[in-house]
């Protein structure tokens, strides 16, 4: 049930946590003069929060005015080296099994052809006790 938010001035660092966007209760917020980056909180209180609340934090972005717009697409180094990787592991993965599914369909279909060639012929049916 907290209202009231005020750290200002102590140089805090980081981000501001997610889990501010689970607190409904908030109706006045001050974060200015730390070290605090990365995207606001879309929640109602830094939208109606002044630029006063927020301000001399160079990292910080988001849709407050006097804040600079966050990038589009957030995308940290290491999950674009995950992306990179998976890329690299799937694909000579996905083209291995279906090189392996060729050759084994391949030799299906020879060892068939194979097999009816150098199959003796049938024997015709004589009645019983024939000659």
């Not at 927020?54 to 972005?61: A, F, K, P």
């Amino acid at each position: 049930m907290l209202e009231t938010l005020n750290i200002s001035h102590n140089n805090f660092t980081g981000s501001i946590p997610t889990t501010f966007s689970d607190l409904f209760s908030f109706t006045m917020i001050d974060i200015s003069y730390n070290q605090l980056e990365g995207r606001v909180p879309d929640m109602r209180v830094f939208q109606q929060a002044p630029f006063e609340a927020v301000e001399n934090n160079e990292g910080l972005c988001g849709n407050i005015t006097g804040l600079k717009d966050c990038p589009r697409t957030h995308v940290n180094e290491k999950t674009k080296n995950n992306q990179g990787l998976m890329i690299l592991i799937l694909v000579p993965t996905i083209c291995l099994v279906l090189i392996l599914i060729m050759i084994v369909g391949i030799l299906i279909f020879l060892r068939r052809t194979k097999k009816k060639e150098t199959e003796p012929p049938k024997p015709v049916n004589h009645p019983p006790f024939a000659i």
